[in-house]
């Protein structure tokens, strides 16, 4: 991480520091591209964008949470390649492959799999950052550079999709 | 446990099972700080690049703001002016300044010239500059506060030019059609005279004649009948109105050296 008395301009050799952090960050991020992408690959490759932006601009005071910006960064690759016509997603009957350890939880994931492709991009952004990354509704806001009540409402009506498609969800409601 | 507690341990659980990164750690950070390497190369590249260029338009900006308005625009041809070749005249001049092919030492100071009996009456909005293969001529459309004049100077081949007026003022004639001529100055080698039109009424111009060492002539030219920006004619102050005056002008002529000693 970037030393916190670090001065505006101060040329340093920020090599050790990045490593440091991008060993660390890097799962992390794949995880949370997969989980925005539903694909492993596309999810290394946004990842290594990442890093590659975040070596960019390491050492930069205006950067005040790398964690943060990297956060950023990845969901903001993740929006790019959607707009990609090449890489926009397509509603498909096929689920995607997923590796198999149990029969009953790789339907699940299938599932879940399956219908987090089904929710919009913002919405899967929301879910994924909301209650994947745990940031609060307040921190996605800024994130996706949307009103809090927006990511409420997007919140909630993507939850209330899962719970349809996952009941189990949706039971613990009233057991809460 | 929450359906948020649990919608959070779904997640965790579709990403437990995680492959293998396809590229090895050190390849990928050895790619991430390459290339992070040229998008900061690229980043101070085109902040440089956009650090000149706004220097560039602030210098332009204050050069367009700092060179006077008479220096600017492109006026349409004078109703009239026959010219061979039309450019557009730098704003600033000076005798060492680089110029272009078609102008000559005359030019900068006939330009000169102009300008100083530009002076005298307000500033030129806009400025022609007619390049003869005998001569050259600058034509500035003033802006004064009576209103506007054209202001003409002009060096050609042609011999003879104020002898010609001379002729035609000698006696001070009015034709029928309100046209007349008055001389105002008669010298040997230079001669100012005012021709007033009647048509339409109030048009009155200026004609200062010089010889000129090589056998040609200098015309200085104040006419008050004047082609608007938009094409309409319109009568202006006369050159007296406008602040222009004849011993002015004859020392103007007089100090440009483009003229015979005035005799």
Redesign the interface.
């Given at each position: 991480m970037p030393s916190p008395d670090r001065r505006e301009g101060e040329v340093l050799d920020d090599t050790p520091d990045f490593r440091e952090w991008a060993v660390a960050a890097r799962p992390r991020l794949r995880r949370t591209g997969f989980l925005l992408t539903g694909d492993w690959h596309l999810a290394e490759d946004l990842t290594q964008e990442t890093l590659v932006r975040m070596y960019a601009v390491w050492g930069r005071p205006s950067v005040h949470s790398v964690d943060g910006y990297a956060r950023t960064t990845l969901v903001n690759q993740y929006r790019q390649v959607l707009r990609r016509p090449s890489r926009r997603e397509h509603v498909s009957d096929q689920l995607p492959e997923v590796p198999v350890t149990d029969r009953h939880d790789h339907d699940d994931r299938a599932v879940l799999l399956a219908a987090l492709a089904d929710l919009g991009p913002s919405q899967r952004a929301i879910v994924v950052l909301r209650y994947w990354e745990d940031l609060s509704v307040a921190e996605v806001a800024q994130l996706l550079r949307v009103r809090e009540g927006t990511v409420k409402s997007q919140a909630s009506r993507a939850l209330a999709y899962l719970r349809a498609k996952l009941p189990e969800l949706a039971v613990s409601r009233e057991g809460a | 446990?929450?359906?948020?507690q649990?919608?959070?341990d779904?997640?965790?659980?579709?990403?437990s099972?995680?492959?293998p990164?396809?590229?090895d750690?050190g390849t990928?950070?050895w790619?991430?700080?390459s290339?992070?390497?040229r998008?900061?190369a690229r980043?101070t590249a085109i902040r440089t690049t956009s650090v000149i260029l706004t220097a560039a338009a602030t210098f332009v900006v204050a050069l367009v703001i700092w060179w006077p308005a008479s220096s600017r625009a492109l006026p349409p041809a004078p109703a009239g002016t026959t010219s061979v070749t039309r450019a557009v005249v730098e704003p600033t001049l000076s005798p060492t300044a680089t110029r272009t092919s078609t102008s000559t030492p005359d030019a900068l100071v006939l330009r000169q010239l102009l300008d100083r009996i530009v002076a005298q009456a307000g500033s030129a909005v806009k400025m022609t500059k007619d390049q003869y293969p005998d001569g050259v001529a600058f034509t500035a459309y003033v802006r004064t506060k009576a209103g506007p004049v054209d202001i003409g100077v002009e060096k050609d081949g042609s011999s003879g030019g104020v002898g010609y007026d001379k002729h035609v003022c000698r006696d001070g004639l009015h034709g029928p059609d309100g046209k007349g001529c008055g001389a105002l100055l008669m010298h040997d080698t230079v001669g100012i005279w005012e021709v007033t039109n009647n048509s339409p009424t109030g048009r009155r111009r200026l004609t200062a004649a010089a010889d000129t060492p090589g056998g040609g002539t200098l015309w200085v030219t104040i006419d008050n009948y004047v082609e608007e920006p938009d094409g309409n004619k319109v009568v202006g102050p006369s050159w007296q109105e406008a602040g222009i005056t004849v011993t002015e002008v004859r020392a103007a002529i007089a100090d440009s050296g483009l003229a015979l000693p005035d005799r």
């Open positions: - | 446990m929450t359906d948020d649990r919608l959070t779904r997640l965790a659980a579709l990403v099972d995680e492959p990164f396809e590229t750690l990928a950070l790619a991430a700080e290339g992070g390497r998008r900061r980043a």
